[in-house]
């Protein structure tokens, strides 16, 4: 998580000078003590699957209606609702993917990514409903 945050600090500094991006939680980046990002991850004997988000244009108001509130929390959430706990980055997409991009070296695109495979996954596990629902 530092590389990201070193990463996206690094970019609001070109806009805000005064910018400072923190680790919280265990893998939460935030701007002072509201969230903008989150991760997560699941691991197993073969696999370790590792993904999260970046809030950059999201309706932070739906997110309070749509999400109920998580039953386990970060002591420095302090049982905020949604709307107070989470933030927008200010960046375009553009912007952070290149941040990004730079920070871990990954500037090429990946030669033969195995799309069957990718199509297959996607198709008979990630788009099915008791994928999406299970919680």
Same mark, same amino acid.
């Given at each position: 998580m530092e590389k990201n945050r070193?990463?996206?600090? *690094?970019?609001?500094?070109?806009q805000i000078s005064e910018a400072r991006v923190t680790?919280?939680?265990?893998?939460? #980046?935030? !701007? =002072?003590?509201? *969230?903008?990002?989150?991760?997560?991850?699941?691991?197993?004997k073969n696999f370790l699957l590792f993904h999260g988000? #970046?809030? !950059? =244009?999201?309706?932070?108001?739906l997110v309070g209606e749509l999400l109920s509130m998580p039953s386990l929390q970060p002591d420095y959430r302090a049982s905020r609702s949604h709307e107070k706990f989470i933030t927008n980055l200010n960046l375009s997409?553009?912007?952070?993917?290149t941040a990004l991009a730079e920070a871990?070296?990954?500037?090429?695109?990946?030669?033969?990514?195995?799309?069957?495979?990718?199509?297959k996954l996607?198709?008979?596990?990630y788009a099915t409903r008791e994928w999406n629902f299970k919680f």
């Open positions: 070193a990463a996206i600090e *690094k970019e609001l500094r070109s680790v919280r939680g265990h893998t939460d #980046l935030c !701007l =002072g003590d509201l *969230k903008f990002s989150g991760n997560s991850q699941r691991r197993r988000t #970046l809030l !950059l =244009g999201c309706d932070l108001k997409a553009e912007k952070v993917k871990w070296v990954s500037n090429e695109p990946m030669p033969n990514p195995p799309m069957d495979e990718i199509k996607a198709r008979e596990k």
